[in-house]
């Protein structure tokens, strides 16, 4: 199959023709591997390839909705039977998976050909990709910035070409800061809509969730058609199926909506202007379609609702830690930053822990308030275009500290002092509007509308209320036709 043709199908068209028998899933999967041949070694996006596993897949008569679709799943938290899964840590460096993830066995049962594993930060606890056991993803666009994380792997390898869809997990942004940096369209679902099991209920406090990069926005519905709905083995959510699928959504006009727009955050020194260009120029996109856009935010404490977001990831790392050195992992096997992390973790009080979670539940309400005059939330997805890479990774000589005090079990002091969690906070400045929606359990999505005049891509992200995930793909439709960007790609060759 000629690249050309490869590079102008999506992942609906692609099942389309193999369905149709004008190509086949095995000259799919080979375009595919061509053009992985051909700039993984720039972007270095996949971490392990499959191509020999797949090709007796291929050759099947393989039926559904995604029937022949080349696919990269993550490499975290989509396990497949037999394949190594490693988080992006040297701990699991050789954990082979007991078991296929219920998402990844309803996207291969749905026809997908998954071919390899994309690249993550240490267990997907950063914004961006550049894990010690793997090394750093380089974005397509310009190849001395970062893809952002922790789909970052995904959203390179979606953005260059290789698959026009990966798979993805949103935990603090893991979709849409990807998305945005890497141009592609990003859509975290909402809490309960996708299943976690068979191994765990749920992900962080049910803070995270499965999904997908695209390019198009008629594949990320088709995907989460897929996927969406309860699985008995993954308590603690049921889900009420919307009355149309998410595919029919796209092709349908939203109604005329009413969209608080938020320019700016706390948390943030001020998004560039370029950025904030971009939102403002979304807004008028939108107004002449018809829709209503008011400047108006939510009345949230942003610096209540990081420290509330922060609390129970520490914990959560710190867990995660302590198991698998139960398992024998040594310390030397995580990152230095996860250690810390981990230290933070073990530092917090149970009281301040469960403080942290109950106040999710009033960050939940102001939210909902908010929804109440309002159907949508816009703002920027990142405060920034994709940073250089390295940009926020631990200086030298902030290593140096915990290094001293990790080795001499000072993990009170470090948490005591403030100056880790004074480092996290500042990673958080250009990502600064993307925990809200974990926290509260919405769907949003960062849709690729804008590039700076550098050409680096800028996305802007919606946050709709609970069950919203038809109306964000819906409005993202009419946006694609409006100001297309699947026509636009990076001068990776």
Same mark, same amino acid.
Not at 444 to 459: C, F, M, N, R, T
């Given at each position: 199959m000629d690249q050309g043709d490869y590079l102008a199908l999506d992942a609906t068209a692609m099942a389309a023709s193999v369905r149709d028998g004008a190509v086949t899933a095995s000259e799919l999967l080979e375009a595919a591997i061509v053009r992985a041949d051909t700039v993984d070694p720039q972007i270095h996006a996949i971490t392990r390839r499959l191509d020999d596993d797949v090709r007796d897949r291929a050759m099947c008569a393989l039926d559904g909705p995604l029937a022949g679709v080349p696919f990269l799943l993550k490499d975290l938290f989509q396990s497949q039977a037999g394949v190594v899964e490693t988080g992006g840590s040297r701990a699991l460096a050789d954990a082979v998976a007991p078991e296929t993830d219920t998402v990844v066995a309803r996207w291969l049962n749905a026809g997908a050909v998954v071919f390899g594993r994309t690249n993550v930060p240490e267990f997907g606890i950063k914004g961006t990709t550049n894990p010690a056991l793997f090394g750093p993803t380089h974005n397509p666009w310009d190849l001395t910035r970062s893809p952002g994380g922790s789909s970052g792997g995904s959203a390179a390898a979606v953005a260059a070409g290789i698959v026009p869809v990966a798979g993805a997990n949103d935990g603090g942004g893991s979709i849409r800061i990807p998305a945005a940096c890497c141009g592609v369209f990003g859509l975290k679902p909402g809490r309960g809509v996708v299943p976690t099991g068979p191994g765990q209920g749920e992900f962080f406090y049910g803070g995270a969730v499965t999904g997908v990069v695209s390019r198009t926005v008629r594949d990320s519905a088709l995907f989460l058609d897929v996927v969406r709905g309860t699985d008995p083995v993954a308590p603690p959510y049921t889900f009420a199926s919307p009355a149309r699928s998410y595919v029919a959504a796209t092709q349908q006009d939203p109604p005329r909506l009413r969209i608080g727009v938020q320019l700016e955050s706390s948390l943030a020194d001020g998004p560039d202007p370029e950025v904030v260009a971009a939102v403002r120029a979304t807004a008028d996109q939108l107004t002449e379609l018809g829709h209503t856009v008011v400047e108006a935010r939510p009345a949230i404490d942003e610096q209540q609702l990081a420290e509330d977001f922060l609390?129970?990831? !520490?914990? #959560? +790392?710190?867990? $995660?830690?302590?198991e698998l050195r139960e398992r024998g992992a040594r310390d030397d096997d995580f990152e230095l930053d996860t250690r810390v992390l981990a230290a933070l973790g073990r530092a917090t009080g149970a009281v301040d822990h469960e403080r942290a979670l109950l106040r999710w539940h009033t960050h939940v309400r102001a939210l909902s308030e !908010? #929804?109440?005059? #309002?159907?949508? =939330? =816009? $703002? *920027?997805t990142t405060a920034t275009t994709a940073p250089p890479l390295g940009a926020y990774a631990t200086s030298g000589l902030e290593r140096a500290g915990a290094g001293i005090a990790l080795r001499a079990r000072l993990g009170r002091l470090i948490a005591s002092t403030g100056a880790a969690q004074a480092g996290v906070l500042r990673n958080l400045r250009w990502v600064p509007f993307t925990q809200l929606a974990n926290i509260t359990g919405r769907?949003? +999505?960062? +849709?690729? =509308?804008?590039?700076?005049?550098?050409? =680096? *891509?800028?996305? +802007?992200q919606f946050v709709a209320p609970p069950g919203g995930e038809g109306l964000l793909f819906s409005l993202s439709a009419r946006l694609e036709e409006a100001l297309p960007w699947a026509v636009r790609r990076p001068p990776i060759r």
């Open positions: 609390v129970p990831w !520490f914990a #959560h +790392v710190a867990a $995660t830690v302590d !908010f #929804h109440r005059d #309002h159907d949508l =939330l =816009l $703002t *920027p769907p949003a +999505v960062s +849709v690729p =509308l804008h590039e700076s005049s550098a050409g =680096l *891509p800028i996305g +802007v």
